[in-house]
């Protein structure tokens, strides 16, 4: 099958291109002397440029036809990176205007991860020119990522292929094995930022990101930052700056880019059509880390519904296309009606699972009202994420809560009885942390907790005190609450981590937001914090006491 533009071709030009799939080219040469006169004839012939994508063993698997100017290079996502990052593949191609590589021929060569990027000029009479070919680089220094090399014609090319491509990938290996483990199966990840926010704003929130990653098990490689006039509909950042992110992420050997801002579904396809590399975006990171972490039915279902509702409309047909390279796939046939299965299956789920949770809610339901008629006082732990909630439930209710180090460690709610003197109870839940620029559509992964905290009598808000960026956490939870109309619930604001502080400076800041300090690691501070629940949660006894 040829590719590309067979408009106008006789019988007899596609047949004489269809016979160059027979042919092989030796391992140790770029391109024989015959097959390269062989092209440049018939691209004078037809007056289009004639490309090849042949493999290392010297197999052509494409054909393709240009017009006079460029040729369209076929989705290559079939052929996998090797551990070099290199794909198995070169391209050669013909010039009609005896012209050198181009910006978008040396573009691709990188984006693509080719071998080399081969051009032999047309000369007089169809015989082939000078042969211009460039190969990508390691990273170095002068932050060149391409090689482009001459010959003054195919017969003066000395080049021995098999062994320069050794070479090649070995110090591309080497080169890579500097920065990243190559027996580390994890995802390997570029942080990316375009925002029009302060220098410090976005830091502190790829900074979060980066945490998310973590907690990801993704390993970060490396963080880029652009900070536009104008935000760019297509690609997010500007398209020089996309292919210069993309080119850096697969010198570096990433398999993942991840963009702190919220990708619309056109930006996800027009990015992922640069690269081979996965391109997700915040709220799909997150999405991930709340399924890892989600272990009851509740969560479970919440979930995968909010991971549907995102993938829905971010489904399409994948093509890759790469500058001049544009085409992608076509709006009808097989794929198309592949696309729509998948769409109607997704829908399918998606009613299903609605219907479960609705069942599910009415259970939670139920056992809330039982809590509410025995007339136990309700007090929600909340919070940012990674402020040690399950750690003060833990602490107070000797009870044995998952905690890690991790955002989100806690996804599913806990609800524990905590005791007081005089054969009097509270109920304490856990719930999932907050975090700064949730999206909307992500709230419904948290339904089970915010029916929790509606019944609540009593908020406990904890913030991690010791974290430098503590008061915009307590504004982006207190946001939230105001949000999901919550704010109407007493609250009762809690510095943890104060161990990590200077005393004089827990005693300021508490002054100061008029908070509580604990340590939830240290039992022994909790005397202040649970003479408050108890004057908060029976305030009738205390007057009655009192008198």
């Given at each position: 099958m040829?590719h ?13 291109l269809?016979?160059i ?63 070099s990052?290199?794909r ?84 591309l ?23 029009q ?13 980066e ?11 490396d ?66 880390i ?54 109607r ?23 809330r ?18 402020a ?47 975090i ?38 307590v ?13 109407r ?6 510095f943890n ?27 022994n ?12 949660c029976w ?9």
């Amino acid at each position: 099958m040829i590719h590309g533009n067979l408009t106008g071709l006789k019988t007899s030009q596609v047949k004489a291109l269809e016979r160059i799939y027979r042919r092989r080219i030796p391992a140790s040469q770029i391109v024989t002397g015959e097959l390269a006169r062989y092209l440049t004839e018939i691209s004078q012939e037809i007056r289009r440029q004639v490309g090849l994508i042949i493999d290392r063993s010297g197999a052509v698997k494409y054909v393709i036809v240009g017009d006079d100017r460029e040729i369209v290079i076929p989705d290559l996502s079939d052929f996998a990176l090797g551990r070099s990052g290199l794909r198995g593949l070169r391209c050669v191609h013909t010039h009609l205007q005896r012209d050198p590589l181009s910006t978008d021929d040396l573009t691709d060569l990188a984006l693509l991860r080719l071998d080399l990027m081969v051009a032999i000029e047309v000369g007089e009479q169809g015989l082939p020119g000078e042969v211009h070919y460039g190969h990508i680089l390691p990273p170095n220094r002068s932050g060149k990522s391409v090689e482009v090399l001459k010959a003054s014609s195919i017969y003066e090319l000395d080049l021995d292929l098999a062994s320069f491509l050794r070479a090649l990938e070995r110090e591309l290996e080497m080169k890579m094995a500097e920065t990243v483990d190559l027996s580390d199966t994890r995802e390997k990840a570029i942080l990316i930022s375009v925002s029009q926010d302060s220098r410090r704003e976005t830091e502190d929130s790829l900074d979060e990101l980066e945490e998310l990653a973590r907690t990801a098990d993704v390993v970060v490689l490396d963080r880029f930052v652009q900070r536009p006039r104008r935000i760019n509909p297509k690609y997010l950042m500007g398209e020089g700056k996309a292919r210069e992110v993309v080119i850096s992420a697969l010198q570096q050997g990433a398999t993942l880019l991840i963009f702190d801002q919220d990708l619309a579904p056109s930006q996800v396809r027009s990015i992922a059509a640069l690269t081979d590399l996965k391109v997700i975006d915040r709220s799909q990171l997150i999405l991930d880390i709340f399924a890892r972490r989600a272990h009851t039915r509740d969560g479970k279902v919440q979930v995968e519904l909010a991971q549907l509702k995102y993938i829905l409309p971010r489904l399409s047909g994948r093509g890759i296309a790469l500058s001049r390279l544009m085409g992608g796939i076509g709006g009808r046939g097989p794929g198309e009606t592949k696309l729509e299965i998948d769409r109607r299956r997704i829908r399918d789920r998606i009613n299903r699972l609605e219907r479960e949770l609705k069942s599910l809610s009415r259970g939670r339901l139920q056992r809330r009202s039982r809590r509410a008629k025995a007339g136990v006082p309700i007090v929600s732990i909340v919070g940012y994420t990674n402020a040690g909630k399950s750690t003060l439930l833990n602490a107070l209710t000797q009870s044995e809560v998952l905690t890690e180090n991790l955002l989100f460690a806690t996804l599913d709610t806990a609800t524990r009885r905590l005791r007081f003197p005089q054969e009097r109870e509270v109920i304490i839940t856990d719930t999932v942390g907050f975090i700064r620029k949730l999206p909307p559509s992500l709230l419904g992964a948290f339904k089970a907790t915010l029916e929790e905290m509606e019944d609540a009598d009593l908020l406990l808000h904890v913030v991690d005190a010791s974290n430098p960026r503590f008061e915009e956490q307590v504004s982006a939870v207190e946001r939230i609450l105001l949000d999901l109309d919550l704010d109407r619930i007493p609250r009762l604001l809690i510095f943890n981590k104060v161990d990590l502080l200077p005393a004089d400076e827990v005693a300021a800041l508490c002054r100061r937001f008029e908070a509580l300090p604990i340590s939830a690691m240290d039992r022994n501070s909790f005397e202040p914090l649970l003479e408050v629940l108890e004057k908060r949660c029976w305030p009738d006894s205390q007057r009655d006491n009192g008198s």
